[in-house]
């Protein structure tokens, strides 16, 4: 079945700093891929996403490339921020049906000043 | 627009009672999803409407769990005799059909059964 695989965390930084967490994932078909947020207190929200191999999400200084050839799509930023502390769930689905979500287990980060 | 709602957010309830939760979507949107989500776990899926029609439903979903979309508006999520192993977070989701990859979440209803 389909499934997503990311990095365990948690992750603490410093500002500035640079951000990766990994993803990976299994899945029948092409799927599409989806990096969710949630911060503290807060619901779900959509941070980016792409639909095809190759293409980049982007949103809010975070980027993603979706690469069939490793399944992955590994979220980054260049310099993070303290307000950029969060838990960070990797997601895909697949066309057809109901396109439910499948997410990963979440990375949460922390970023001190 | 308003985004998806949900009611109530806290529920503690004990155990062999029966809970129902609500779920309103964002207004034009026609797919609406149930997700749960336990501690340090990713949201898993448990049922999908179409309009008013339930068309998929999770293995997850027992058969103490009943869901409906009457009239293909606002959802509700019952849960019939609970156990402790229903303690989770009950999230919702909502997408239209022009871009069912955009889904939009409410805040959740906590539930917690002693």
């Known amino acids: 079945g389909n499934s997503v695989t990311q990095m365990e965390g948690p992750v603490t930084l410093s500002e500035e700093a640079f951000l990766t967490i990994n993803c990976t994932y299994t899945?029948?078909?092409?799927?599409?891929l989806f990096w969710y947020v949630q911060y503290p207190g807060e619901g779900l929200q959509l941070l980016l996403k792409a639909t095809k191999a190759d293409d980049k999400g982007s949103n809010k200084g975070f980027e993603a490339t979706y690469r069939k050839e490793t399944t992955s799509f590994h979220l980054e930023k260049g310099s993070v921020q303290v307000s950029d502390s969060a838990v960070y769930f990797c997601a895909l689905a697949t066309q057809g049906g109901s396109e439910k979500l499948v997410f990963g287990k979440g990375t949460k980060l922390t970023v001190n000043p | 627009d308003t985004g998806v709602s949900q009611d109530p957010r806290h529920k503690i309830t004990k155990r062999g009672q029966n809970v129902t939760f609500r779920c309103d979507p964002i207004s034009e949107h026609n797919r609406l999803y149930w997700y749960r989500q336990t501690l340090g776990q990713g949201p898993e899926f448990l049922t999908y409407?179409?309009?008013?029609?339930?068309?998929?439903k999770s293995r997850l979903l027992s058969d103490r769990f009943s869901a409906e979309r009457p009239k293909g508006s606002f959802s509700t999520l019952e849960i019939q005799r609970t156990e402790q192993g229903d303690s989770a977070m009950y999230l919702c989701?909502?997408?239209?059909?022009?871009?069912?990859?955009?889904?939009?979440f409410g805040p959740g209803t906590r539930l917690t059964v002693t």
């Open positions: 989701a909502s997408s239209s059909s022009g871009r069912t990859y955009e889904q939009y």
């Open positions: 409407f179409q309009n008013e029609a339930q068309l998929e």
């Open positions: 899945a029948t078909g092409y799927p599409s």
